[in-house]
């Protein structure tokens, strides 16, 4: 019975095949080109875990840099909160010692404004690299 089974799968291949000494010289060719394709597949997915590497530690750093000015700033505004309430109704001068500098309230507002667009900037770049990483990511799972 399973002679006779693949007596008749033999027969059904080489009925439907045209050609089988080409089939084989196409199977030939498609085994010499696997072991190029699969370097070149490690290759470009060694390049991606790389990219994706330097991408999180942009991220990391971008991160951080966030967290230090979101400080800096609360710290400034603070600062600044209790230089209005010193100042009162008055037009005196007053200062704030902030990083070992000592600020006018103009300056402090200026520190705080440039501040907050330093923290802004990075805090878009994180997001940036999120989505990016996110890209490389779903790539990654559809190559291994």
């Known amino acids: 019975l399973a002679h ?3 007596t008749n799968l033999s027969q059904a291949i080489n009925n439907n095949v045209d050609d089988p000494i080409a089939i084989r010289e196409q199977l030939r060719s498609l085994e010499e080109q ?4 699969i370097a070149t597949v ?4 060694s390049e991606l875990q790389t990219q994706l590497s330097q991408f999180e530690h942009e991220r990391a750093v971008a991160a951080r840099v966030v967290a230090l000015a ?5 710290s ?3 600062l600044i909160s209790q230089g209005e309430e010193a100042r009162g109704d008055s037009y005196r001068v ?3 010692w902030h990083n070992n500098a000592k600020l006018d309230l103009e300056e402090a ?3 705080a404004e440039k501040i907050r667009r330093l923290r802004d900037s990075y805090a ?7 989505r990016d990483m996110g890209f490389l990511k779903q790539q990654e799972q559809n190559w291994q």
């Open 4 to 6: 006779q089974a693949g």
């Open 76 to 78: 400034l505004q603070n």
């Open 124 to 130: 878009s770049r994180t997001g940036e690299l999120d």
């Open 94 to 96: 007053v200062r704030v």
């Open 109 to 111: 507002y200026a520190k």
């Open 42 to 45: 490690r290759s470009d997915l």
């Open 34 to 37: 696997y072991p190029k394709k």
């Open 70 to 74: 979101n400080n800096d700033l609360a």
